[in-house]
């Protein structure tokens, strides 16, 4: 990989989700925050990559050292987010845009020989899901928990590939 040849950590951030659905932006907000966290990291190349929903385009941007996907969830998870390893699965849930997760990008990027060295998935518990631009207080606390056990995630090297 080239970046890895420069020296430099090459880093694809994708939040998706919708912000005028009040905890559906917590992937956007989330993506966001660690993006420019990492633009201040030494050595990192990170490009941010937002949108509703992630599209078979972005599988040409993942040649990367780490690919970071982040998203807003319906499941309550016990700390208010999770932050998980995600490989290519090519299995699609439906016939919809809408139901193309990270696991099945990845798997396309593989097939057009541009799966990242390594993918992680953060995903943050959301209260509401209705009309409005302005996410709970409770879903942004967790997003900003969710950034911190990024930054640690980070610091302590857990990224690099076992």
């Known amino acids: 990989m080239d970046s890895r040849k420069r020296g430099a950590c090459k880093i694809c951030v994708a939040g998706f989700g919708n912000e005028y659905r009040e905890d559906d932006a917590a992937g956007l907000i989330a993506a966001r925050k660690i993006h420019a966290f990492l633009t201040g990291c030494a050595g990192v190349e990170a490009f941010l990559y937002l949108e509703q929903q992630l599209l078979p385009e972005l599988a040409d941007e993942l040649d990367v050292d780490l690919a970071i996907f982040c998203d807003a969830d319906t499941q309550s998870h016990e700390d208010g987010f ?75 090297g857990n990224w690099r590939r076992s």
């Open 82 to 156: 999770s932050i998980r390893e995600v490989s290519g699965n090519p299995r699609l849930k439906g016939f919809n845009i809408h139901s193309m997760g990270p696991e099945w990008l990845l798997a396309l990027a593989a097939q057009v020989g541009r799966e990242p060295e390594k993918a992680v998935l953060i995903t943050v518990s959301g209260d509401r899901f209705d009309f409005s631009d302005t996410p709970t207080l409770a879903c942004l606390a967790r997003v900003e928990r969710a950034e911190e056990a990024f930054r640690e995630y980070w610091e302590n």
